[in-house]
């Protein structure tokens, strides 16, 4: 298999470029793995770019889409203290799905984050800030996570995704949704003085 074959699977539906990119990162797998058992002598999927999707990502929130949500949601609800989580954390929504009172120590939060924990696991330690605490010490939170469903059982990603997405339709936000608070979470901490280092996990 050359590049060029690999270009033309890429460009199989143009009308989905996500798609091509994923058999593009799929073949660079595949070919690396034959690589190291000596199956093959290159790796043609890496000399492949990705296509453009066109989107300019998810929605980062305004300070006005924060202060729209806290109206609707008020301190002592589950949907406040799921926001105050994602933004006082920046985390993602599986991180902060799997939050819970055993990763509080001395008024830190310390947890191994789920993205590639098996290959490449990355801990963390982030101080509860003020503002998060008082939505802790206001808020009905589970035995092991923070976050819990209407049955009182821990949340998925997924569902913890698709209830804050619905949080937000309340809220009249339908554009904003839990990633967008990764974004807007990262664009506070230099103004709460946290260093470039400090930023990027």
Same mark, same amino acid.
Request: aromatic fraction near 6%; glycine fraction near 8%.
């Given at each position: 298999?050359?590049?060029? %074959?690999?270009r033309?699977?890429?460009?199989?539906?143009?009308?989905?470029?996500?798609?091509?990119?994923?058999?593009?990162?799929?073949?660079r797998a #595949?070919f690396?793995?034959?690589?190291?058992?000596?199956?093959?002598?290159?790796?043609?999927a890496?000399?492949?770019?990705?296509?453009?999707?066109?989107?300019?990502?998810? %929605?980062?929130? &305004?300070e006005?889409? #924060?202060?729209? /949500?806290?109206?609707?949601?008020?301190?002592?609800?589950?949907?406040?203290?799921?926001?105050?989580?994602?933004?006082?954390?920046?985390?993602r929504?599986?991180? #902060?799905?799997?939050?819970?009172?055993?990763?509080v120590?001395?008024?830190?939060l310390? /947890? &191994?984050?789920?993205?590639?924990?098996?290959?490449?696991?990355?801990?963390?330690?982030?101080?509860?800030?003020?503002?998060?605490?008082?939505?802790?010490?206001? &808020?009905?939170?589970?035995?092991?996570?923070?976050?819990?469903?209407e /049955?009182?059982?821990?949340?998925s990603?997924?569902?913890?995704?698709?209830?804050?997405r619905?949080?937000?339709?309340?809220?009249g936000?339908?554009?904003?949704?839990?990633?967008?608070?990764?974004?807007?979470a990262?664009?506070?901490?230099?103004?709460?003085?946290?260093?470039? %280092?400090?930023?990027?996990?």
């Open positions: 298999m050359l590049p060029k %074959h690999v033309a699977l890429r460009d199989a539906k143009p009308d989905k470029p996500e798609a091509g990119n994923a058999i593009v990162k799929a073949l #595949v690396h793995t034959g690589l190291e058992a000596g199956l093959c002598a290159a790796n043609p890496k000399e492949v770019s990705y296509r453009s999707s066109g989107s300019t990502g998810f %929605h980062s929130w &305004t006005d889409e #924060v202060r729209q /949500f806290e109206a609707r949601h008020p301190v002592g609800t589950r949907a406040r203290l799921a926001l105050a989580l994602l933004l006082y954390t920046g985390q929504r599986s991180d #902060v799905a799997q939050l819970g009172p055993q990763h120590r001395g008024g830190v310390r /947890f &191994t984050q789920t993205k590639n924990a098996a290959r490449q696991p990355v801990d963390m330690a982030l101080p509860i800030i003020t503002a998060l605490q008082a939505v802790l010490d206001a &808020t009905e939170c589970g035995a092991t996570t923070f976050r819990v469903t /049955f009182r059982r821990p949340f990603a997924a569902g913890f995704g698709n209830r804050f619905a949080w937000c339709d309340e809220a936000l339908g554009h904003c949704s839990a990633h967008g608070l990764r974004k807007a990262a664009a506070r901490l230099p103004e709460l003085g946290a260093s470039p %280092h400090e930023i990027a996990p």
